[in-house]
């Protein structure tokens, strides 16, 4: 969730493309848009208006549409207000009514004493309810900020960790150079979307797309490269550590074992790559990120190549090559 409290005026505010966007306007109760909201979740409250209340969801944003509507309407005929009165007795965040509906004037009457905004959106209930669920999985998703550089490569979200000065910036420069984009330089957020998936943007978007490399200074990628080379946000798929050669340390040559980073309680693959003078790790990324994406699709070409040994070893043929057709045991 956003470090700020999030209200029902930056709902309304809320600037998103067409596909996203919610369309709401206040039609009542505009003395409540500083309210809270603080549980990103749709209530429907139907069962509340026929008087039942246990259990009612009243932190939630409570919509209503053809059916509440209707049953309002209902209640207005058969002057019946007591229903209306107890739902105002809680302090519920706003009321949104789709397909741009309007509500009774006893339900006005209430809501303006209350001080709950009432909204309106030209939406239909589903398609509406979609796209706000999808704004607050967004809006309060949980987050923390990172240190590395993000890179798109064939697709593929690519996180460079490592110590100061070990060349992240200059490795995604070559990336960029090479046709792939850059999505944040320095300092990630990192936010988890649906439980299962960490989407990450520079943590500044005015200077996401900058990048300083030692010795010449702060760069526009945008301006340079055109923008094609850059991206506002990506999944980070993999993480790629770089890490100062050791002689002494023993690394994966085979790539069997999967390694994993948890993110935000996601846990998302990570290698470890040895810089020293003479590799060439723009390459050695490109081969990674096109591995993962084999991966990806089911294909795993180190398990491949442990199980082809293996059958190797069990034909007799690794005994016949090794020790010679002659040899008496």
Sequence with gaps: MADRKFTVLDMIELDLPGHDALELKCIGGRRGLPREISVPDINRPGLALSGFFEAFAHKRVQLFGRGEAAYLQKLHNEHNSENLKALFSYNIPCCVFSNNREPTEEFYQFAEEACCPILQTPLDTTDFSSRLIRVFSNIFAPRKTLHGVLVEVYGIGILLTGHSGVGKSETALELVERGHRLVADDIVEAR???GNMVLGRGAN??????MEIRGLGIINISQLYGVGAIRDQKEIQLVVQLEEWEQDKSYDRLGVDQKYMDILGVKVPCIDIPVRPGRNLPIIIEAASMNERL?????????EFNQNVLKWIETGEAQSTYMGEDESY
Excluded: E, Q, T
């Design 205 to 210: 978007s005015l200077i996401s797309h900058h």
């Design 295 to 303: 991966k990806n699709m089911g294909y795993n070409s180190a398990r």
């Design 192 to 194: 988890c979307v649906n």
